[in-house]
């Protein structure tokens, strides 16, 4: 009796321990079949697979830390700065760089802390909330004026340019890059600040060679008279681009304007009329559309000097018997848009960031064409023509951008001004 109780309870014992076994084999089973193909193609028992597979595992989480370590190395010592916000707007890392661009001094990585009570910038806040909106990368160059709770001395309280690229990342959060612009902004002021000072000392001397060239061209005798009749256009762009330099930089430095009553349309057709002796050596035509009659709060001389280097400009590049475009409508209010849009070639793609800029040149196709006379031309191919046309719109309040028109590929420049008192429909 005795031993058939023993035989009894090994038997039982052995049908627990081989369905315990065929239980581990199966979920042994199933965590292998997750593994990768590598992992398992080689045939041995299911126990030796398994502690291959941990040893892989453990190769790759090592790589994988490795590569992460390496990363946040690089932002450690990246020239530029980078941080990172969650959903919240909570920042949850920081390098040394952009703590010191943007005066974070009372943070520490682990805190929870919204980045507006660190860093007193809405421009930097808004491009965050906008790329979250819009899941786009998003960038923005803006001046960043660090508060004194935040700068521990005078000289980190002062202000500078700086430029933000910021990407959308998972679960909401967003990560920004932040490159310091002041030094090149500084670089700028101080070239246009000795290119206005040699202006003012070239302005003087070019207008008494004018005058000695008109009076050896009045004396002189063929063929010497023909090499003074020559040099007086040369003289005249020489002088022009002075005149305009020194312009320039009375708009930048003092942008008073006489605010008046202007009726747009009246002041466009006037521009027309003063360039129209351009215009027909090209067989140019004119086209306009949209509002009949729209007023503004502005300075009329200054419009009229904006509208004539745009349509002086788009003249030039348009071509023979064609037509430029010139569309007035009212998309706000008080916000009136100009639209001016010529057949010619249109901006580089690559140069249209910089076709505003002083003595810009991009593709040879709208290099300056030497006109007939040096007084058909308002701008001379000076290259400051748009770049005085931006400062005369942004002393107004308003934005001027450059594009190329779609359907056509010509230049397509589009002018946003304020300040509407009254239109009228067409």
Same mark, same amino acid.
């Given at each position: 009796m005795a031993l058939l109780e023993f035989f009894l309870g090994l038997a039982i014992g052995l049908g627990i321990w081989f369905w315990q076994y065929t239980q581990f084999q199966k979920r042994l089973q199933q965590v292998l079949r997750r593994l990768p193909a590598e992992a398992t193609e080689i045939s041995l028992p299911s126990i030796n697979l398994l502690q291959r597979a941990i040893v892989k595992q453990k190769e790759y989480s090592a790589q994988l830390q490795a590569k992460i370590d390496l990363c946040e190395y +690089? +932002? *450690?010592?990246?020239p530029v700065g980078y941080l990172q916000v969650d959903e919240e707007n909570q920042l949850l890392c920081c390098n040394p760089q952009a703590q010191q661009l943007l005066n974070i001094q009372r943070w520490k990585i682990g805190q929870t802390r919204l980045l507006l009570e660190l860093v007193r910038s809405y421009e930097l806040d808004h491009l965050i909330e906008q790329t979250r909106d819009r899941q786009q990368p998003q960038a923005i160059e803006w001046v960043f004026h660090p508060t004194f709770t935040n700068a521990v001395s005078l000289g980190e309280a002062q202000s500078r340019t700086l430029q933000a690229y910021s990407y959308p990342l998972p679960q909401g959060k967003v990560g920004v890059f932040i490159e310091n612009r002041q030094p090149l902004v500084e670089l700028a002021q101080t070239r246009d600040r000795t290119l206005s000072d040699l202006a003012h000392e070239l302005k003087t001397p070019l207008t008494s060679i004018r005058l000695i060239a008109e009076t050896l061209e009045q004396q002189l005798e063929p063929p010497l008279q023909r090499w003074a *009749? #020559? /040099?007086? !256009? *040369? /003289?005249? #762009?020489? /002088?022009? +681009?002075v005149q305009e330099w020194l312009e320039l930089n009375q708009l930048e430095t003092n942008s008073k304007l006489n605010r008046q009553s202007v009726e747009l349309r009246s002041l466009i057709s006037t521009v027309w009329e003063t360039l129209e002796p351009l215009a027909q050596n090209k067989k140019i035509q004119l086209s306009y559309s949209g509002l009949e009659a729209v007023w503004l709060q502005a300075d009329e001389s200054r419009l009229y000097r904006l509208f004539l280097n745009l349509l002086d400009n788009s003249i030039k590049y348009s071509l023979p018997e064609s037509t430029i475009d010139v569309k007035l409508s009212l998309i706000a209010a008080n916000q009136v848009q100009i639209d001016i849009i010529d057949s010619g070639s249109g901006f580089p793609n690559i140069d249209l960031p910089y076709v505003f800029d002083r003595l810009y040149?991009?593709? !040879?196709? #709208? =290099?300056?064409? !030497?006109? =007939?006379? !040096?007084?058909?031309?308002v701008s001379a191919g000076c290259g400051l023509g748009l770049a005085i046309a931006r400062q005369i719109v942004l002393a107004h309040g308003g934005t001027i951008k450059a594009m190329n028109y779609p359907q056509t590929g010509g230049a397509w420049l589009q002018v946003l001004l304020p300040e509407v008192l009254a239109n009228s429909q067409n």
């Amino acid at each position: 009796m005795a031993l058939l109780e023993f035989f009894l309870g090994l038997a039982i014992g052995l049908g627990i321990w081989f369905w315990q076994y065929t239980q581990f084999q199966k979920r042994l089973q199933q965590v292998l079949r997750r593994l990768p193909a590598e992992a398992t193609e080689i045939s041995l028992p299911s126990i030796n697979l398994l502690q291959r597979a941990i040893v892989k595992q453990k190769e790759y989480s090592a790589q994988l830390q490795a590569k992460i370590d390496l990363c946040e190395y +690089l +932002l *450690e010592v990246a020239p530029v700065g980078y941080l990172q916000v969650d959903e919240e707007n909570q920042l949850l890392c920081c390098n040394p760089q952009a703590q010191q661009l943007l005066n974070i001094q009372r943070w520490k990585i682990g805190q929870t802390r919204l980045l507006l009570e660190l860093v007193r910038s809405y421009e930097l806040d808004h491009l965050i909330e906008q790329t979250r909106d819009r899941q786009q990368p998003q960038a923005i160059e803006w001046v960043f004026h660090p508060t004194f709770t935040n700068a521990v001395s005078l000289g980190e309280a002062q202000s500078r340019t700086l430029q933000a690229y910021s990407y959308p990342l998972p679960q909401g959060k967003v990560g920004v890059f932040i490159e310091n612009r002041q030094p090149l902004v500084e670089l700028a002021q101080t070239r246009d600040r000795t290119l206005s000072d040699l202006a003012h000392e070239l302005k003087t001397p070019l207008t008494s060679i004018r005058l000695i060239a008109e009076t050896l061209e009045q004396q002189l005798e063929p063929p010497l008279q023909r090499w003074a *009749e #020559r /040099i007086l !256009p *040369e /003289i005249d #762009r020489l /002088i022009k +681009l002075v005149q305009e330099w020194l312009e320039l930089n009375q708009l930048e430095t003092n942008s008073k304007l006489n605010r008046q009553s202007v009726e747009l349309r009246s002041l466009i057709s006037t521009v027309w009329e003063t360039l129209e002796p351009l215009a027909q050596n090209k067989k140019i035509q004119l086209s306009y559309s949209g509002l009949e009659a729209v007023w503004l709060q502005a300075d009329e001389s200054r419009l009229y000097r904006l509208f004539l280097n745009l349509l002086d400009n788009s003249i030039k590049y348009s071509l023979p018997e064609s037509t430029i475009d010139v569309k007035l409508s009212l998309i706000a209010a008080n916000q009136v848009q100009i639209d001016i849009i010529d057949s010619g070639s249109g901006f580089p793609n690559i140069d249209l960031p910089y076709v505003f800029d002083r003595l810009y040149r991009g593709d !040879p196709a #709208r =290099t300056r064409q !030497p006109p =007939t006379h !040096p007084s058909c031309s308002v701008s001379a191919g000076c290259g400051l023509g748009l770049a005085i046309a931006r400062q005369i719109v942004l002393a107004h309040g308003g934005t001027i951008k450059a594009m190329n028109y779609p359907q056509t590929g010509g230049a397509w420049l589009q002018v946003l001004l304020p300040e509407v008192l009254a239109n009228s429909q067409n």
